[in-house]
Nanobody, 117 residues
Framework: VQLQASGGGLVQAGGSLRLSCKAH???????????INWHRQAPGKQRELVASINSDRRTLYGDSVKGRFIISKDNARKTVYLEMNNLQPEDTAVYYC?????????WGQGTQVTVSS
């Protein structure tokens, strides 16, 4: 399984972006049963969990993004999305998606999100 993250960019404070995490080389049934997470890492800071969606589509959000970010999963497209609204400069980071399935863990390459004030 290979994960490809995309959708990052430069946005002004208060703006929105949608990140995508597409799973390549994964059969549909495997993707359907994956728990997928978005993490982020800002310069000089530890990586933090931003949002998660499990195989039952239950979601979990970090406290700093609750009410602003929405994670969703499209099994047909084997893609997980992270809709980010009301972005703030403190959201600036490299965003990574990762997937867990049957004891294995996979990571994407990261996509840069920069929010200007």
């Amino acid at each position: 399984v290979q994960l490809q993250a995309s959708g990052g960019g430069l946005v002004q404070a208060g703006g929105s972006l949608r990140l995508s995490c597409k799973a390549h080389r994964a059969i549909t049934s495997t993707f359907n049963n994956m728990d997928i997470n978005w993490h982020r890492q800002a310069p000089g800071k530890q990586r933090e969990l931003v949002a998660s969606i499990n195989s039952d589509r239950r979601t979990l959000y970090g406290d700093s993004v609750k009410g602003r970010f929405i994670i969703s999963k499209d099994n047909a497209r084997k893609t997980v999305y992270l809709e980010m609204n009301n972005l703030q400069p403190e959201d600036t980071a490299v965003y990574y998606c990762n997937a867990r399935w049957s004891g294995a863990e996979f990571w994407g390459q990261g996509t840069q999100v920069t929010v200007s004030s």
